[in-house]
């Protein structure tokens, strides 16, 4: 463990950027929302803003990335592929627990798995990752029922604690060392980590009642979601407030749905793209022959939710597929984000 006065934070930031592509959060002037976004002067980041609009997860899994560039000559009757692999090292700087364990469940889809996504891999290897403790939930916050916060516990290379007039310093990885001891921080002594454990002790005190009261739900709401024993007329209460928009999987730091499409472009060269998809489309599960298995807006609902909160996914994941940072809550138009649908069956169980 190491100490950094406040005033200086941002040096981590800048020594970074001397190798690396640095993002992190800022306050867009105009809208006030809270981006992740790149940072031409690394001095601008803001640690003490709220968590992003938009979850981080682009930077390794962007909204939109081209994966293969292919030319097919008819005289020659040849092929020439090309993979894009032209990935710059990237740090993620000031990124939230939520947003990590978000990460992390990208990381298991991707590469945990029987196959590998390589261009994921490529994206994944070459990002440098300091987090940041919420000393204070935010209002739509609920990562105590899902325990993804308020502090990260792995998968960082730098934690931030913010300790009055310094900052704790945890490094998680060889390279978050190294950092560390570049930068020259000074070392803690043992007292800190109890000062931590008080820091994150007093938020989890200051999540909201609605939080609180939902813990214990989410658990039995994946029993029940597992096993199917929810009333279908619930699941038709839920699909008739849904929009099919979208924002929920595009706000979710965890969705990792996407679409394969082929471009032509006017110099004859042909790129294959990737690009997120949502499982709120109704043509997102159509086959061949127009047929759809999941046309009933409610049985594209239930499946998001299981794939959040059932067993299987747990157990693909090691944790729940939501990670509690409400955003779903947030942007949903319909009201039905995650922690809505909790109620809804939880107010179904208990009439």
Not at 117 to 135: A, E, G, M, P, Q
Not at 191 to 210: E, N, Q
């Amino acid at each position: 463990m190491y100490l950094i006065k406040k005033s200086e934070v941002l040096n981590i930031a800048r020594e970074l950027a001397k190798d690396h592509l640095v993002y992190g959060p800022v306050t867009d002037e105009a809208t006030g929302q809270v981006l992740f976004d790149s940072l031409d002067d690394p001095g601008k980041a803001d640690l003490g803003a709220p968590i992003p609009t938009i979850p981080p997860k682009n930077v390794v899994f962007p909204q939109m990335e081209c994966i293969y560039s292919y030319r097919y000559d008819k005289n020659s009757r040849a092929v020439d592929i090309r993979q894009v692999n032209a990935v710059k090292p990237k740090a993620l700087f000031g990124l939230r627990s939520c947003d990590l364990e978000g990460m992390r469940i990208l990381d298991r889809f991707f590469l945990g798995q029987e196959f590998v996504d390589d261009f994921y891999l490529n994206n994944r290897k070459k990002t440098f990752i300091v987090t940041n403790t919420c000393i204070a939930p935010f209002a739509q916050c609920f990562c105590v029922c899902t325990d993804s916060g308020p502090s990260a516990k792995e998968g960082f290379d730098l934690n931030l604690t913010e300790l009055g007039d310094e900052y704790l310093v945890e490094a998680g990885s060889d390279r978050g060392k190294a950092l560390a001891e570049k930068l020259g921080l000074a070392k803690a002594d043992g007292s800190y980590a109890a000062k931590k454990t008080a820091a994150v002790d007093r938020a989890m005190d200051l999540f909201t009642g609605f939080a609180v009261e939902n813990k214990a739900w989410v658990s039995r709401v994946t029993n029940r979601v597992t096993t199917g024993f929810i009333k279908e007329d619930v699941w038709e209460y839920i699909g008739d407030q849904c929009f099919e928009c979208g924002a929920c999987t595009f706000v979710c730091p965890s969705c990792s749905c996407f679409n394969i499409e082929d471009v032509n472009k006017n110099d004859g060269s042909t790129e294959r793209l990737r690009s997120w998809d949502s499982c709120s489309y109704e043509g997102y599960s159509k086959m061949a022959g127009d047929h759809n298995p999941r046309k009933p807006v409610e049985d594209r609902r239930n499946k998001r939710f299981f794939c959040k909160l059932s067993y299987s996914q747990s157990k693909k994941y090691l944790r729940p597929g939501c990670v509690g940072c409400g955003r779903c809550a947030w942007v949903c138009p319909g009201d039905i984000g995650l922690p809505n649908v909790v109620t809804y069956i939880r107010r179904e169980t208990t009439k």
